[in-house]
């Protein structure tokens, strides 16, 4: 594992050798099934070996946006959350300010959205106050969306961070955009 990870350790590596790193890395979690013992010390190892961190160094790199390598990161990062609650746990004390999903939610793609509202709901319970997103950047995406998934996701992130919050502090959802873009996917929510 040392060796497949030290082209990636360095935070100018190449794009191409990073995604095909982090493509290798989720290789396992093919053939392995979700409660095997096998695939619990996969997890472990990739934990131990910080793959989080260094996964998590390449998406804060300031450079133009690109799609594949935040995408296979990111389901990776997910896969690694929904896999093993310590390594939820671990990658949520690794992200430190806001501005994480505060950057993953204003990409134009629909697919890096989804799984960063995904990892935000799993890791959310473990994310200290500084590392939430700004309730804007949800609304905006209920706002923009036209993709009722989407739009169930920021519901759901909103709910979450209004729990989180003092009583005080509101989301600034208007009445309109509750009527026009959330009422019709709690419609579709309702259990016949």
């Known amino acids: 594992l ?9 935070e100018n590596v190449n794009r191409e050798i990073l995604c095909r790193t982090v493509k290798l890395l989720s290789l396992p979690f093919i053939s392995l099934s979700t409660e095997s013992q096998e695939c619990d010390s996969y ?7 910080n793959v989080p961190k260094i996964l998590l160094m390449h998406l804060k790199t300031p450079e133009e946006i690109d799609f594949e390598k935040t995408d296979v990161i990111l389901q990776l990062l997910l896969r690694l959350a929904l896999m093993n609650s310590k390594a939820c746990k671990d990658l949520a004390e690794e992200i430190n300010n806001n501005s994480f999903f ?3 939610l204003q990409y ?3 697919q890096i959205k989804d799984t960063s509202l995904c990892l935000l709901m799993k ?6 106050e500084d590392s939430l997103p700004d309730h804007k950047n949800l609304i905006e995406i209920i706002r923009k969306s036209d993709n009722s998934d989407l739009v169930e996701k920021a519901m759901l992130c909103i709910i979450q961070l209004q729990l989180r919050k003092p009583a005080n502090q509101s989301s600034d ?13 709690l419609d579709n929510l309702t259990v016949t």
């Open 2 to 10: 040392e060796m497949i990870l030290m082209p990636i350790n360095d």
């Open 43 to 49: 997890v472990g190892s990739l934990m131990d070996a």
């Open 102 to 104: 505060h950057g993953l």
């Open 108 to 110: 134009e793609s629909d």
């Open 123 to 128: 890791l959310f319970p473990h994310l200290p």
């Open 173 to 185: 959802i208007s009445k309109q955009i509750f009527t026009d873009r959330c009422l019709p996917v």
